[in-house]
């Protein structure tokens, strides 16, 4: 994977519907614990945004062993590159959002939390603000380095010898500022890789910053259960009940994007 980005355009899979009407997108980022990019968290998910009527894209990010910011930064750039084009693509420049699963949803999290930060911005061809995403969906996320943190993802992104500084830094509640876009967040609470309270710490720093969100909490389920369909199914399991999760974020979305958000 790339180690600096002077050049580098990150890799986006587009999935735009053949239109001339103005839709809102979804910019997607697999997990993968920041050591790989999970195919179950991509396109399936992509596809199913697109069928309920979003241009939807997948960014495949630097993982390990690049280290954040370099992350970050492909996603900060894969959101200015899609407002680059929304006219040519037929986007909603002011309704894109971005979903992310496990460390994805660190990624997309991070980018809800640090889009203003001079590391993000700095980036060749970027427009400041353009980075800036107008909803989050998180499924199953990585947010805190504290006791409930999922270690391998935080060695991945910060490397083993990382500081206690930079592990603060990283964990994400602690920095939701009044610009965070409002978020949708599901979990499972037998989740035994990425603790339930990831998405709770999440949820109470936007309660505190009185930003809109919606949370869902599954009694059951493994982690990284993606869809929970047969399709996604590599032995995380399928559940009927926590797969309904898609359609309840798609209407949520919806309902954000109308009226609709200005930057």
């Not at 037929?90 to 992310?100: F, L, N, P, S, T």
């Not at 911005?121 to 943190?149: E, K, W």
Request: glycine share 8%.
């Amino acid at each position: 994977m790339p180690q600096g980005d002077a050049d580098f355009m990150p890799t986006l899979a587009t999935y735009v519907l053949d239109s001339t009407k103005r839709r809102p997108a979804v910019l997607i980022c697999p997990g993968g614990g920041y050591g790989f990019t999970s195919p179950r968290e991509a396109e399936p998910v992509a596809l199913q945004y697109v069928a309920a009527g979003f241009h939807t894209f997948v960014v495949y990010y630097s993982v390990a062993p690049a280290r954040h910011p370099q992350p970050l930064r492909d996603v900060s750039r894969a959101m200015n590159i899609i407002r680059a084009h929304a006219d040519d693509w037929h986007i909603e420049e002011h309704h894109i959002a971005v979903c992310g699963f496990s460390a994805g949803g660190h990624l997309a999290a991070s980018l809800g939390v640090f889009w203003n930060q001079p590391y993000c911005s700095d980036i060749p061809g970027l427009t400041h603000g353009q980075n800036r995403p107008n909803a989050l969906i998180l499924c199953y996320p990585v947010i805190s380095s504290g006791p409930f943190a999922h270690r391998g993802s935080f060695e991945n992104l910060l490397g083993p010898a990382a500081s206690p500084e930079d592990l603060h830094m990283m964990s994400l509640e602690h920095h939701i500022h009044e610009q965070t876009p409002p978020t949708f967040l599901w979990h499972t609470v037998t989740d035994s890789a990425v603790p339930i309270e990831n998405s709770l710490l999440f949820a109470q720093g936007l309660r505190a910053q009185h930003i809109p969100f919606e949370l869902h909490i599954y009694p059951h389920g493994a982690h990284g259960l993606s869809l929970a369909t047969a399709e996604t199914d590599d032995g995380t399991g399928q559940d009927a009940h926590i797969s309904g999760w898609h359609k309840l974020s798609t209407e949520w979305l919806w309902q954000v994007f109308t009226p609709p958000i200005r930057a």
